[in-house]
């Protein structure tokens, strides 16, 4: 069965969302259209608000709720995990990652609770995780004076970029570490993310 | 002369006649001249950053005249634009709808003038100079002299002051326009009325119980009036945020310049950036709503010719919206770690779905007035009102999901929120409400002025709707996919989606451009620069013959 990540999850969103506006734009559409038709006997009563009101609330509850059960890094993201068999300490400055001499192919176990601690030592930078199709696998904001500490499972196996997701000056783009990061030990492996240069 | 020529001269059928403008018709026209002159800066400039991100042109974008275009781009778009746009109508609209003068025609003039040389000020700094820390000024980005000149930085900070205090004049005429007793009046109850604009008359009736009975006519100030009090609230606050940071920031400037540099350590980065989103955030989840809002009911109200569905509760929602537009902020940092996970579930997540409750009630109370009111006329005020009703329900819907923490991981800082979100909440939602609002106001406020072509009015919608969804499509499909904004690609990563992206763009493109002739030809040149003649009528008069009458 294949694990739910970052890809499934998008995939997921896509379909939620595309469905949605196909939906609002018809109904506009179709509202566009009776505005203009003479009036029925029919009227819309005060109920009609209450019933909308009760089912925003409804709504806009259960999509959180619904995310927490269902993604799978929520629950150890938001409430700051320690289990982590694995840490891995990157130091970002002067707009460059490092994380030891030349900054070796860090290998992570797959399957595992690890955890990425990133400080910067002068600006706001990004830390994220790309596929080598360029699909995100996540991303956490890295700011100056703070410990940023993300907690992570990997679901499949392959080899991903580092990438500086928060812009810092014009230099800023051109912060990626390709092929930074290899995870190993599940078997299933990530199609999207095969690596090619390291 | 050809009739093309005529037209184009004196107006259509010189219907148009700029000598029988009172000032305060010139000076909301002048507002949205040069409103309109922004919205065409940040369209082209948004079009030349679009085209980058098909094919960069490094050799005329560089990534430092690149960022500096992406620094000006939404800082033109909200202050030069909306907010030029925005302070126009309402400045007109406060006294017109309260049947009172404005406080003070000389301050609303400050406020022009003081928001177009800001917006020029920093937008000229930046072509020049390439300061480009973002709108977003992630401390201590806009204090690295390593990357960028102070005194550059400086004048960049001195332009977007000028816009504040331009903001906060606006702010005063506002309030005090509500309040004052103008001479010859009986004395007015400024504390009520203020209280009654704010919702402490709705709070009260919700409290004692008796909001069950209570009605529009218990009110001393009307529904749009309440909304434009309650987001200029808004407006104030972060006014007084943005320009705290601009001090701070230019504090290190003159350091920095006088040789005596400060250390930025001394400031904490996430405080900061707490503080900053608290402020930035009373734009895009504050006075952006409820002006929104505010200015659907006034447009339902006016096309229908009856009021507003379940307006007390309109009321509330406002109010609703404004207590919520103090506290949601927490979602810009649901990335950030060391933020307090219950400052993220909290303000970021729950407080956040709010604004879906807000705004869902504010559109389905908008689309009830016009269905009980059927038969309508499909005029250009109600198809751009529509469009901008169905901006805010695409766009609301994918910022609550960003706001999600699970979603937040693998959407933050992706052209999602830019695309889906940020661009079709502004140019679909925003901007197509504020077309409806100057379909309204143009006959009012130009004296019965005949619009040049109706067709070019349907290719300004159709290619502005279809622009603007597109837009934000493509860009969320990109998102989606892992692409970043506020960076580069060379490599044409994301080509297939920036290519239909940039086509959309060019849509919007054409139906500004479809909007402007139509505008200079229903006006005429004669007409446009007739505007910047003064009036010699008083300023107390609204419109012509129509001075508003004293009340015990």
Known sequence: MTKVDSHTVLWGQTIMYTAYCLAIISVMAWFAVRITKPRSSREITPRVFYVWVGFLVILGVSLHLFTYNTIPWVKDDLHGSKNFVAAYDISVGDHKFAWGEGNPQLQVPCGKLVKFSVTSTDLTYGFGLFRSDNSMVMQMQVVPGHANDLVWTFEKDGVYSIRSTEYSGPLGYQMVEKDAVKVTGCGQVDTRALGATR | MSTFMETLVHGNERAFKPESLTPMQKLTLKYVVFG???????????????????????SIFYPKRYFAMLTAHPLVGIFGSSYLLVFGAFTFLVPYLLKKPLWSFKVANWTLWLIVVGVFTFWFDGFLTHYAPLYTLYWPLPADFHQFEPVAGAIFIVGVALVMVGTLLFVLNVFKTLTYTPAGWGQQPAGRILGDALGLTTLRNVLTGRMRHSSETDHLVGLPVAAIARGTVDVFLNALIITFSGVLILVYMIGEISGHSLKTT????????????????????????????GTWYLLASLITGTDVFMAKWARFALGLELVVSWTVWSHHLLSDQAQPAMLKVGSGEMVTAFELITQGLAFFITLVTLYKARPLAMTNELKFLLGGLLGFALAVPAGIMQADAGLNRILHNTQWIVGPHVHVAVLVGLTMTLYSAVYVLLPILTNGAKLYSQRLANIHFWCHLVGGIGMGAFMGMAGLQGMLRRTIYYNGEYRPYMILAALSGALLLIAFACFLVNIVMTLGLTGAVGLFHKSDRPVEELLPGQVPEPVA
């Open chain 2, 266 to 293: 001394a400031v904490d980065a996430l405080l900061y950036k707490n503080w900053y989103w608290w402020g930035l955030d009373l734009v895009a989840d504050g006075l952006v709503l409820v002006f929104v809002a």
């Open chain 2, 36 to 58: 309109l002159i922004y919205y065409g800066f940040a369209a082209i400039e948004g079009m030349l950053l679009r085209l980058n991100q098909v094919q960069p042109i490094e």
